[in-house]
């Protein structure tokens, strides 16, 4: 299973930017992608997750307004939308699958998203 994270940039706050994860090497249909994050000098958190079969999300309370999880079953890919962008939202981001009920097993390499002030 390889799982590669793009899309981390450097962004000014306030602006908009959609992370992908590309999965290969498996059918996800009974798994769950999630998506993590880790700031400089912070442990990693969970942001969102996403039935690949049948698009149920859910997110972390603090993060529901403003990140979106979708997935797009054709191209083997999940998003994470950040919109209104903070200076704490600076951080590696990570996808990540797990089969449904169980643990994160598989980990992308992390994107880098870096905003200004």
């Known amino acids: 299973v390889q799982l590669q994270a793009y899309g981390g940039v450097l962004v000014q706050a306030g602006g908009f930017l959609r992370l992908s994860c590309v999965a290969s090497?498996?059918?996800?249909?009974?798994?769950?992608m999630g998506w993590f994050r880790q700031a400089p000098g912070k442990e990693r958190e969970f942001v969102a997750k996403i039935n690949w079969s049948d698009g149920t999300t859910y997110y972390t309370d603090s993060m529901k307004d403003r990140f979106t999880i979708s997935r797009d079953n054709a191209k083997n890919t999940v998003y994470l939308q950040i919109h209104s962008l903070k200076p704490e939202d600076t951080g590696v981001y990570y996808c990540?699958?797990?089969?449904?009920?169980?643990?994160?097993?598989?980990w992308g390499q992390g994107t880098l998203v870096t905003v200004s002030s």
């Open positions: 990540s699958s797990a089969p449904r009920g169980g643990s994160y097993n598989y």
């Open positions: 090497g498996r059918t996800f249909n009974n798994y769950v």
